[in-house]
């Protein structure tokens, strides 16, 4: 029963019982005593029969409070457990140990968050994560110093921050597929790896971009290449210089008792011999003795014409109306390369696309496939020297390449197309001196 209900029952039974002992046949003083004595002890009954329900509402009260504390994520509220229901009691304890379980979750949690976010914040990978506005959420301390200058990027615009930044950086962080690119960083060029990854969080789209600095690891890997090379090189010498060494002792014995028959076969395996080590040698000293450009005009239709008659490919867009500056036989070597590696990664003749376009005051050429594209690993070493994924490949073409572009002022970058299957690289020639950007 409600406690209003009650107390409402109570005083009109303490009513009528003051009513009856009205009309009794009593003295008017012994009336009234009676009526006195009436009116405490209901009153008394009241307070007997409403303290425990008192209590009740109190306690209920109190358990409304402690739920909507939870709703809002404050764990700290306890409530006391009554004594003298049990019910009510075994009520209580559930409260309070679902919050006591709540309290060390969370802190459990944020124990996990401390420990996540120090590591994030002494990775040399730069982390930068953006909302679907393009407002920076989160940024470690890497993408601080590389893309900020130090300063704090949370909540200010991506767009605004990308504007100070180099413009090859730049465009490889507005993309949205993995790419190896080169940028000026300290005065000097550097080879950096970016990743782009989309996601839902809380059903909002977020965007996360992670940049690495490849530089040091590709000098530490350059360096290990290089020892291996010169194990090859000196392999390669000795397999000639010996069967050179053992057929000059037989021309000799040949030339005290002449056979002209033989000393040609002799002098034809020696010539043969060194041939082959001269052409072994020529590979790589043209990668080490690359001459300076010397670039002049060019008209791009009678460039890009003459590279379809060597290797054919379709050319996307319209080229260019003003003439390119480059050294013409250095960039013919370089889509000649570029062109021969999407071959051999598979692609179509009739799916390998040029585009030439201005970009930046100079030139940007892109080469796109449709191969077998370029794996995590392949991105990585890309440019490394003496790379290759080939059985049979020098792994100069690509390395070639990219010392050529940046012999002229430019820039090269690979990465995988953005509308499916293959392979892209992309270059960028500086203007002619004296031209504005």
């Not at 969370?106 to 420990?115: G, K, P, S, V």
């Not at 002209?260 to 790589?284: C, K, N, T, W």
């Not at 990668?287 to 009678?302: E, I």
């Amino acid at each position: 029963m409600r406690p209003r209900t009650l107390t409402i029952l109570l005083s009109m039974l303490g009513a009528l019982t003051i009513g009856a002992l009205a009309l009794a046949d009593l003295s008017w003083p012994a009336r009234l005593i009676a009526m006195a004595f009436t009116l405490l002890a209901y009153g008394a009954l009241a307070f007997a029969l409403r303290r425990p329900l008192r209590r009740q509402e109190l306690l209920l009260d109190a358990l409304a409070d402690g739920l909507t504390s939870l709703h809002d994520s404050d764990y700290s509220m306890s409530i006391g457990e009554p004594r003298d229901d049990a019910r009510l009691r075994r009520l209580v304890a559930a409260y309070n140990g679902l919050g006591a379980d709540l309290r060390a979750q969370r802190q459990d949690l944020y124990q996990r968050e401390l420990l996540l976010d120090t590591v994030i914040q002494a990775s040399p990978l730069a982390l930068l994560l953006t909302n679907a506005n393009g407002t920076v959420l989160y940024a470690n301390l890497a993408a601080r110093q590389l893309i900020g200058g130090g300063r704090k990027l949370e909540g200010l615009a991506v767009a605004g921050l990308l504007e100070s930044l180099p413009p090859a950086m730049c465009e490889a962080l507005e993309g949205e597929h993995d790419r190896l690119f080169t940028a000026p960083l300290g005065g000097e060029e550097q080879v950096f790896h970016v990743s782009h990854r989309a996601f839902l969080l809380n059903g909002q789209p977020h965007r996360l971009r992670l940049l690495k600095q490849l530089t040091r690891e590709m000098n530490a890997q350059e360096v290990a290449v290089w020892k291996k090379v010169i194990r090859v090189i000196a392999h390669e010498i000795n397999n000639s210089v010996a069967p050179i060494a053992s057929l000059a002792q037989s021309g000799q014995r040949l030339a005290e008792h002449p056979e002209p028959a033989q000393l040609r076969r002799v002098f034809a395996a020696i010539d043969e011999r060194m041939s082959h080590l001269s052409q072994f040698v020529d590979g790589y000293s043209r990668f080490a003795k690359l001459p300076r450009p010397r670039p002049s005009a060019v008209d791009w239709r009678r460039f890009v014409g003459s590279l379809q008659a060597v290797s054919p490919f379709k050319v996307e867009g319209d080229l260019p109306p003003v003439a390119g500056w480059f050294d013409e036989s250095q960039v013919e070597q370089v889509m000649i390369n570029l062109l021969k590696n999407a071959a051999e990664a598979g692609s179509p003749p009739g799916q390998t696309q040029v585009r030439v376009g201005l970009s930046r005051g100079g030139w940007s050429v892109e080469v796109r496939d449709r191969g077998s594209g370029m794996s995590p690993e392949v991105l990585a070493n890309a440019l490394l020297p003496f790379y290759s994924t080939k059985t049979s490949g020098s792994g100069l073409g690509l390395t070639l390449c990219r010392e050529i572009v940046e012999a002229h002022g430019g820039t090269l970058e690979a990465g995988n197309r953005d509308d499916g299957d293959g392979a892209v690289v992309r270059f960028w020639l500086p203007p002619a001196p004296g031209l504005p950007d």
